[in-house]
C-alpha cells in the first residue's frame, strides 16, 4: 500500500488527489508505476464512486513487490515516512481505516507535472537513485497527509467509520449505550482539518436539530425548491434555537446556486445539480451534507447554509 503514483502521462500525486480529479472532473488514467523504483501499481478505491470503505491508495501487482530498497513512500531524514503516517488512521477491532483529514481546495485538476523522459529514467534505476528520489519526495511532500477538496470524501469516511463500528459490536454483542461510547470514541479521534481550524470528525459534522455559530459539516435531509438560480433544500428537521427566553423553531434551509457556466463546470458539480433538479422534479427527498457557516434570519423563522462552492455540498444518489 502506497500513496503516491505516477501516471501514464507523467503525473506524480497522491491517491487522493487522483481521486479528487476522477470524482471532480472525471479524470482517469490507465496505468501507474511507483514514483521511486518504477513498478507497476494497482489503483485502489480510486476510480469508484460510491460509499467508500477503504481511503483511496496504490498496491502492488501479486507477487511484484517494490524492489531496490524501496516500499512506495518517501523519505525523512532517511526514515520512511509508511510507519510515521497514523494520525489519519483508526483502529476499530481488527480493522484499520484511513480518512482524508484535511479540507483542501482544488479548483482545477492538479498539475504535478513529474517527468516527460520517462524511459532515461528507468534505465537510471538502481537504490542509490531510489533513495535519492524517496528522500526528494519527502523534502517536497513531506508525509502527505490524505486531503480532499470535497466534501462528498469527508462524509463517506464519516460512514464508513460508522458501519466498521456497528459492525463490531454485532461480533462482540456490544449494548447500545457501549455502542455509542465507542462511536463516539472513534469519531473524536479522527482528527479533520477545514479552514486551517484543527478539530475531529465528531464535533466537525452537525445535524440540523440544534444551530452553531461555527463552520460545520451539516447535514440532514429534506425537500427540494428552485427559484431563479438558487436550488434551495428546505429540511425536514426544523432548528431549535433560543435567544432572550424565547425558544425558536427554525426552518434550515441550504441554499445552493447554480452556476452559470454549469456546462462548463466539473462533472462533479454537474451530477450535485442533476441530483437535485431530478430530485424536484420527481418530488422526492433528498439527503445531502454541506460545508459552511450557517446564519440565523429570526425574522424570516429560519437559518440559512449559502453555499458557492459546490465542492462543499454532496447530495447522495436518488
Ligand atoms: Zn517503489
Redesign the pocket.
Known amino acids: 500500500m502506497?500513496d503516491l503514483a505516477l501516471s501514464d502521462s507523467g503525473e506524480r500525486k497522491t491517491a487522493s488527489e487522483f481521486h479528487d480529479d476522477y470524482m471532480m472532473h472525471g479524470v482517469e488514467y490507465q496505468s501507474f508505476v511507483?514514483p521511486?523504483?518504477?513498478?507497476g501499481l494497482v489503483a485502489k478505491a480510486i476510480y469508484i464512486d460510491g460509499p467508500q470503505g477503504i481511503s483511496p491508495h496504490f498496491s502492488c501487482f501479486p507477487k511484484k513487490p517494490?524492489?531496490n530498497g524501496?516500499?512506495?513512500y518517501p523519505l525523512i531524514d532517511g526514515k520512511t515516512v509508511k510507519e510515521s503516517k497514523v494520525s489519519n488512521k483508526i483502529k476499530i477491532g481488527k480493522d484499520e481505516f484511513s480518512f482524508p483529514e484535511k479540507l483542501v481546495s482544488r479548483s482545477k485538476p492538479s498539475q504535478n507535472k513529474f517527468i516527460d523522459d520517462f524511459s532515461r529514467l528507468v534505465e537510471n534505476n538502481d537504490p542509490e537513485k531510489?533513495k535519492e528520489r524517496r528522500d526528494k519526495a519527502g523534502r517536497e511532500l513531506g508525509s502527505a497527509k490524505y486531503t480532499s477538496s470535497i466534501i462528498r470524501s469527508f462524509a463517506s469516511s464519516k460512514k464508513a467509520i460508522i458501519s466498521l463500528v456497528y459492525k463490531y459490536a454485532k461480533e462482540e454483542g456490544l449494548a447500545d449505550g457501549d455502542r455509542r461510547t465507542l462511536l463516539k470514541e472513534s469519531l473524536s479521534k479522527a482528527p479533520i482539518e477545514l479552514d486551517g481550524y484543527k478539530t475531529n470528525y465528531q464535533v466537525a459534522f452537525q445535524g440540523t436539530k440544534y444551530f452553531s455559530k461555527y463552520k460545520k459539516i451539516w447535514n440532514g435531509s429534506g425537500v427540494v425548491k428552485i427559484k431563479g438560480n438558487f436550488i434551495y433544500i428546505l429540511s425536514y428537521q426544523h432548528t431549535e434555537y433560543s435567544e432572550n427566553d424565547h425558544r425558536h423553531e427554525l426552518n434550515f434551509y441550504v441554499a445552493v446556486r447554480i452556476p452559470g457556466d454549469l456546462e462548463a463546470s466539473p462533472a462533479y458539480h454537474k451530477t450535485i445539480v442533476e441530483r437535485l433538479v431530478k430530485a424536484r422534479e420527481k418530488e422526492l427527498a433528498v439527503k445531502w451534507h454541506s460545508y459552511g457557516m450557517a446564519k440565523l434570519v429570526l425574522d424570516k423563522d429560519s437559518v440559512l447554509l449559502g453555499v458557492d462552492n459546490l465542492d462543499h455540498v454532496f447530495i447522495e444518489k436518488i
Open positions: 502506497s511507483c521511486f523504483c518504477f513498478i517494490h524492489i524501496c516500499d512506495g531510489v
